[in-house]
């Protein structure tokens, strides 16, 4: 089947990487992509593109009549069976191009709600979103906390399902040598217990906040190293590298740009910390640093509680002292202790959360939603 995914934007980040990982996996089975973005175009895009998979990138920051105009007849070409969007913009502007064509429509929401933080354009989209939400044939939601949210916003929930992110266990697995390579190039020792921590730079993300916990964790346990990774981490001039500075942190915190290896890095620390103050659905970088046998340190947000289980720990959002002592606990573990839970981590991802079982899941909610009668 043709299917047109309709995606906000391209830049780095977990639901952008979630199209490219499913379009991958989907690639050699019954579909046939294309991607059209509303908005930037960066490495997701450019891993679509190495994949034999056609982007069309709108720039909707320039005149948007003809952006609109360009994707139109860039569908209309394509004749696509089915049109998904992906996120709230792109489901949004896919609803809008499946009128034109009278194609079936499917919705993705890859995250959770609150519209106190949102733009305020996103949160009118948002709000709209819910007042055309009985156009879809099918909702994918990242999360069961998703789904509820949105449901209580007004969405219709007649046609909600939920899928969560798959991992790739082959790709995402710990690599000793490149532990070795990627510590030695850190210029930490052997026996300092590195915790990582990769995200684009984002208040969403709360990076400020787990420097503050940082603080207080190198005061109790000094021979501990923070890396933290991702778009905008590395400027030296931003509020995150000052409040490294304030803190006096500067040789217990690397701050880097985004890494074209994860996999690599995450082999090179000992436990992985996502301190998000809002917005998390389900967590790609938590599931890739399971399958990297690391335990986990989460806020209380979307199902990344549920993701860990057992297997790590839960805080609530902006605490930073509980955030604190939760990595406290398991720097505290020593490495047996770690060696252990992230054993059960990476076992939980291959159990619950492979993609190609969620790659599989897709496919079936195409299938059905091409086969649905028609929305009233």
């Known amino acids: 089947m043709r299917v047109a995914f309709v995606a906000s934007g391209l830049m780095t980040g977990g639901a952008e990487m979630m199209l490219y990982k499913l379009l991958k996996t989907l ?10 973005s509303l908005s930037s175009c960066g490495r997701p895009a450019r891993l679509m593109q190495e994949l034999g998979v056609t982007v069309v990138g709108l720039g909707l920051a320039g005149p948007q009549r003809l952006a609109a105009l360009q994707g139109y007849g860039t569908l209309s070409r394509f004749q696509p069976e089915l049109i998904s969007g992906w996120m709230y913009h792109g489901n949004v502007a896919a609803w809008l191009f499946a009128r034109k064509l009278a194609a079936p429509l499917v919705w993705n929401i890859r995250q959770t709600l609150n519209l106190s933080r949102e733009k305020p354009l996103t949160r009118q989209v948002i709000r709209g979103g819910a007042l055309l939400s009985r156009a879809p044939r099918r909702i994918v939601y990242v999360s069961r906390v998703a789904r509820e949210q949105h449901r209580d916003l007004g969405y219709c929930d007649q046609n909600g399902t939920i899928l969560p992110n798959g991992f790739e266990l082959d790709t995402f697995r710990r690599d000793l040598v490149e532990r070795t ?5 850190l210029g930490v020792k052997d026996g300092v217990c590195v915790i990582g921590h990769l995200a684009r730079y984002h208040p969403m993300k709360d990076q400020i906040g787990l420097i503050g916990a940082a603080r207080r964790v190198i005061a109790e346990e000094p021979d501990v190293v923070f890396v933290l ?3 905008g981490l590395s400027a030296s001039d931003n509020a995150l590298a000052a409040a490294v500075r304030e803190c ?6 690397r701050l880097l740009d985004e890494t074209p290896c994860p996999q690599a890095l995450l082999s090179a620390c000992d436990l992985f ?3 998000s103050a809002w917005g998390e659905g389900f967590p790609n970088v938590v599931g890739e640093a399971m399958a990297c ?6 806020t209380r947000l979307g199902d990344a509680p549920d993701l860990v289980d057992n297997t790590g720990l839960v805080v609530e959002p902006g605490d930073r002292e509980a955030l604190a002592q939760a990595i406290l606990r398991l720097v505290r573990l020593g490495h047996v202790g770690r060696a252990a839970l992230g ?3 990476r076992a939980r991802i291959a159990e619950r959360f492979s993609l190609p079982q969620v790659a599989a899941r897709y496919v079936e909610v195409f299938e059905e939603a091409l086969a649905a009668a028609p929305s009233k």
């Open 343 to 345: 054993a059960q981590a």
């Open 229 to 231: 990774a991702g778009a």
């Open 27 to 36: 690639r050699p089975k019954r579909v046939e992509p294309l991607v059209i």
């Open 181 to 185: 390579r990627i510590r030695s190039e």
């Open 293 to 298: 046998e690391l335990p986990c340190v989460v």
């Open 273 to 275: 910390c996502l301190p």
């Open 248 to 253: 006096r942190l500067e040789q217990h915190v």
